[in-house]
């Protein structure tokens, strides 16, 4: 399985947060999407090794790498990405096998 971890850091958190994560749900349906998962930091304690400072973290479980490739080509992924890349400042990618 691959594990497809998103983060999420907006220009205007206030305005485009639920925007966002609308249309991160939107795109989690897509076929090869196997499950997923879409949040905002959690109110855990402060710690040095933990990082609250994204918006919104979106997690995509893929049975394959096949299938996220799908995922990555996908035009309603594709279109999310031209709808909203003018609303993060930055976006970081963890993806990994279990």
Known sequence: MIVHQVFFWLNDPDSDLKTVMDGCRKI???????????????GTSRREVVDHSFHISLTVYFDSIAD????QSDPVHLQFVADH????SEVKVYDFEV
């Open 85 to 88: 890349k003018d609303k993060w």
């Open 68 to 71: 996220h490739d799908l995922y």
């Open 28 to 42: 989690a349906q897509t076929k090869s999407v196997k499950d997923f998962k879409i949040g905002v930091p959690a």
